[in-house]
């Protein structure tokens, strides 16, 4: 039986990720820096930038594979982050002793940052790679590393390129939903323009492609996306007609970044290679991710009640 490693597994995606393999029916080991307690999990309390208590916690473990998660990631900062160089050494190390301990296949999250965004569409295969920041950098630096690595031992390896993903349990800061809490709280929801494009992918399919990825014999990288570019305004325009609030929406009030008009992925290797497909469109993971803050927020009003 697979005895599957997910690092970051209490984060975003690692969280959505530890709940498809248990629904699947893995044994799930996990790593947190905290310590945590599960019927159905092996949670193990591990700093995987200490590599004296990485290699001890492999060691007790012996995964078979692994669904390797953890990177620093605080909103706001990660971008240019001197952490970043750390979680490259700590990946190393990471996967030094996997190998070492005979483990089979490792499946790494990548970023759509490892791209050159000049092209607007990104292809796993033919796209350049020219990340214009830190994070993109490091995350791009281990990727060439596994798969050398990979070329030279037993294991095979795959590398999930996520692009833009959104669902309960996000940033606050975040895009959709930074909209969907103004809303609620009756205040403009101050947006640039809009005219942006982006592929947008709700959380809980991100975590069934890695899982996919991960159970599939493919190797190399793979663009973890919809495949179906939409505008930034659209998603916006949408949030608001759902919470029948749409004249609280500011477009244009405030300045667009200076990020790339166009980054979309094509998604063939996962659809054709791997034989995914989402389970939810943009309408439904929306609708779902608006429930979910109702929610939260109705809980809080009731215990301060």
């Given at each position: 039986m697979k005895k599957i490693l997910v690092t970051g597994a209490s984060g975003f995606i690692g969280k959505y990720c530890v709940a498809e393999l248990l629904k699947r029916g893995y044994e799930v080991h996990a790593l947190s820096t905290q310590k945590k307690e599960s019927s159905q999990i092996h949670w193990y309390q591990c700093n995987l930038l200490d590599s004296v208590q990485l290699k001890e916690t492999l060691y007790q473990i012996k995964p078979t594979h692994i669904l390797h998660l953890a990177w620093y990631a605080e909103h706001g900062k990660f971008w240019n982050s001197t952490e970043n160089l750390k979680w490259v050494q700590a990946s190393i190390h990471l996967l030094q002793t996997f190998v070492k301990l005979g483990g089979k296949r490792f499946v790494g999250a990548g970023t759509c940052a490892e791209y050159d965004d000049s092209f607007g569409l990104c292809i796993e295969e033919s796209t350049s790679l020219a990340p214009k920041t830190l994070y993109g950098t490091c995350k791009n630096a281990f990727a060439q590393i596994l798969k050398a690595y990979a070329a030279q031992s037993s294991i095979k390896y795959a590398w999930g390129r996520v692009f833009h993903l959104y669902g309960p349990g996000e940033h606050p800061n975040r895009l959709v939903p930074s909209v969907i809490n103004a809303l609620l709280k009756d205040e403009p929801a101050n947006c640039s323009h809009g005219e942006q494009i982006r592929d947008f992918l709700y959380v809980e399919d991100v975590a069934s492609a890695f899982v996919s990825i991960l159970e599939s014999s493919i190797e190399g990288p793979i663009n973890i996306a919809s495949g179906e570019p939409t505008s930034l305004k659209n998603i916006i325009l949408q949030i608001g007609k759902k919470l029948k609030k749409p004249s609280l929406i500011r477009l244009g009030a405030l300045t667009a970044s200076t990020d790339a008009p166009i980054l979309t992925a094509a998604n063939a290797r996962l659809t054709n290679e791997v034989g995914w497909n989402p389970s939810y469109?943009?309408?439904?993971?929306?609708?779902?991710?608006?429930?979910?803050?109702?929610?939260?927020?109705?809980?809080?009003?009731?215990?301060?009640?």
């Open positions: 469109n943009l309408d439904a993971g929306l609708l779902k991710t608006i429930g979910s803050i109702v929610v939260k927020k109705s809980n809080i009003v009731g215990t301060d009640g």
